[in-house]
């Protein structure tokens, strides 16, 4: 009879046990998710688009949608998705120059995502309401 063969010892992989969540993978899964949000918004541009094509009652009918508290929210957390997307996709082609790599300047690129999308974010909407 043939001894048991042994296999090799491989290191296993991570799991999601024994990682700790950070600032960068917060804003890695926020990256994905304003991408996706921004692709989906398009369909909002698309319906604006056709009810202005359509005639007056559509547009209103658009406007006055989009114009409620509900449209107004939508189009707020849109407009972050949006520029969120386009700070993160700063952060990334700065990394894929090789450069920002290291733990505090991935980290401050991390909160400066956040911050900055946020600010801007409250800049448009004040320049808005403003009417500037």
Do not use: C, K
């Not at 001894?3 to 992989?13: D, M, V």
């Not at 559509?58 to 409620?68: H, K, Q």
């Not at 969120?84 to 909160?111: E, K, P």
């Amino acid at each position: 009879m043939r001894p048991a063969r042994t296999l090799p010892q491989r290191p296993t992989s991570p799991h999601l046990e024994i990682y700790r969540f950070t600032w960068t993978m917060a804003m890695s899964i926020a990256h994905r998710i304003s991408g996706m949000a921004a692709y989906f918004g398009i369909i909002l541009l698309v319906v604006w688009l056709g009810a202005a094509a359509s005639g007056p009652e559509n547009y209103a009918l658009v406007a006055g949608l989009f114009g409620s508290w509900i449209g107004i929210l939508v189009l707020v957390l849109l407009s972050w998705a949006i520029i969120h997307h386009a700070i993160g996709g700063v952060r990334h082609m700065v990394w894929d120059t090789g450069r920002s790599l290291d733990r505090t300047s991935r980290m401050l690129w991390a909160q400066a995502t956040l911050a900055g999308s946020v600010s801007l974010t409250i800049l448009l909407w004040l320049l808005i309401y403003l009417g500037a």
